[in-house]
């Protein structure tokens, strides 16, 4: 969990949102693209997650094969009037971008580098906006008989030498608040890293889908308590390190917190607990 007096967003009520693939054979969950001529083809199972910004844990989960397009995810959302959600250019649906504009929830994504628009004015840039800010226009996307109105920024980069379109269906923040809105969506990224790296999802103890779904969900719930352990022990441990020390001492009967505040004291206090104050983490 991210400690909110350190982290600055901004926006309140900022959810992130996207997925990860683990891969799999087919014959479990259907891979994409066409088949290979020599080998197997690989599947894989995918995960959509949306994470709140201040806490940096997930708040919805949910399973679908590689090859299910991202966007399908959307509309499984459950976002409160006024809320803002970011994510890549995968998840691009007018469709949806246009129901979230009548709930007056707001979104901020990349544009596609095919994307079909039109021009319909351009706003001034006022004095002290960064000079990275290229331009600040709004633009029309005509989709499925809908006309959609959207603000366009463009973005230069000057780290990745890189200039970036971002569209959103918010007409009051500054432009800069909406690039630094889109650049939280990293957090995901560190989110998905973290499971990955200290719970690794290569090897499965069962081959059906549900098996498979189980196992990720126990990895999640785990990486959930961890986070907990972590934030309320005063000592600063690197997340890798703590599970790394856990899973050390899973099967010993020792004091955890006492442990992790001070993990060279002597054995016999690290092993001696008061009975009331067993489990007495939550």
């Given at each position: 969990?991210?400690?909110?007096?350190?982290?600055?967003l901004?926006?309140?009520?900022?959810?992130?949102?996207?997925?990860?693939?683990?891969?799999?054979f087919?014959?479990?969950l259907?891979?994409?693209?066409?088949?290979?001529?020599?080998?197997?083809?690989?599947?894989?199972?995918?995960?959509?997650?949306m994470?709140?910004?201040?806490?940096?844990?997930?708040?919805?989960?949910?399973?679908?094969?590689?090859?299910?397009?991202?966007?399908?995810?959307?509309?499984?959302?459950?976002?409160?009037?006024?809320?803002?959600?970011?994510?890549?250019?995968?998840?691009?649906?007018?469709k949806?971008?246009?129901?979230?504009?009548?709930?007056?929830?707001?979104?901020?994504?990349?544009?596609?580098?095919?994307?079909?628009?039109?021009?319909?004015?351009?706003?001034?840039?006022?004095?002290?906006?960064?000079?990275?800010?290229?331009?600040?226009?709004?633009?029309?996307?005509?989709?499925?008989g809908?006309?959609?109105?959207?603000?366009r920024?463009?973005?230069?980069d000057?780290?990745?030498?890189k200039a970036?379109?971002f569209?959103?269906?918010?007409?009051?923040l500054?432009?800069?608040?909406?690039?630094?809105?889109?650049?939280?969506?990293?957090q995901?990224?560190?989110?998905?890293?973290r499971?990955?790296?200290?719970?690794?999802?290569?090897?499965?103890?069962?081959?059906?889908?549900?098996?498979?779904?189980?196992?990720?969900?126990?990895?999640?719930?785990?990486?959930?308590?961890?986070?907990?352990?972590?934030?309320?022990?005063?000592?600063?441990?690197?997340?890798?390190?703590?599970?790394?020390?856990?899973?050390?001492?899973?099967?010993?009967?020792?004091d955890?917190?006492?442990?992790?505040?001070?993990?060279?004291?002597?054995?016999?206090?690290?092993?001696?607990?008061?009975?009331?104050?067993?489990?007495?983490?939550?």
């Amino acid at each position: 969990m991210s400690d909110s007096s350190s982290l600055r967003l901004p926006v309140k009520h900022l959810k992130i949102v996207d997925s990860t693939t683990i891969s799999l054979f087919s014959d479990i969950l259907k891979g994409v693209g066409r088949n290979p001529i020599n080998g197997k083809k690989k599947g894989g199972i995918k995960m959509h997650a949306m994470i709140s910004a201040m806490e940096d844990v997930p708040c919805l989960v949910r399973f679908s094969s590689a090859a299910t397009h991202d966007h399908t995810f959307l509309k499984d959302l459950e976002l409160k009037k006024g809320s803002f959600v970011v994510f890549d250019k995968a998840y691009n649906d007018y469709k949806q971008y246009f129901n979230w504009t009548q709930e007056d929830i707001y979104f901020v994504t990349r544009q596609k580098d095919n994307a079909v628009y039109k021009r319909l004015a351009e706003f001034d840039l006022q004095d002290g906006t960064s000079d990275n800010v290229l331009k600040d226009e709004v633009i029309s996307v005509q989709k499925s008989g809908l006309t959609i109105e959207l603000r366009r920024i463009a973005f230069w980069d000057g780290q990745k030498n890189k200039a970036y379109e971002f569209i959103s269906n918010n007409f009051l923040l500054g432009p800069e608040k909406i690039c630094d809105i889109y650049r939280h969506r990293w957090q995901i990224e560190t989110f998905f890293k973290r499971l990955k790296q200290n719970f690794p999802l290569k090897y499965f103890l069962g081959d059906s889908q549900n098996a498979i779904e189980i196992q990720i969900w126990c990895g999640l719930i785990v990486q959930l308590i961890m986070l907990v352990v972590q934030k309320r022990t005063k000592r600063r441990w690197a997340y890798s390190n703590m599970i790394s020390m856990v899973r050390l001492h899973l099967m010993s009967y020792i004091d955890l917190f006492s442990f992790m505040e001070n993990p060279t004291q002597k054995w016999d206090f690290l092993t001696t607990r008061p009975p009331d104050k067993q489990l007495s983490m939550f």
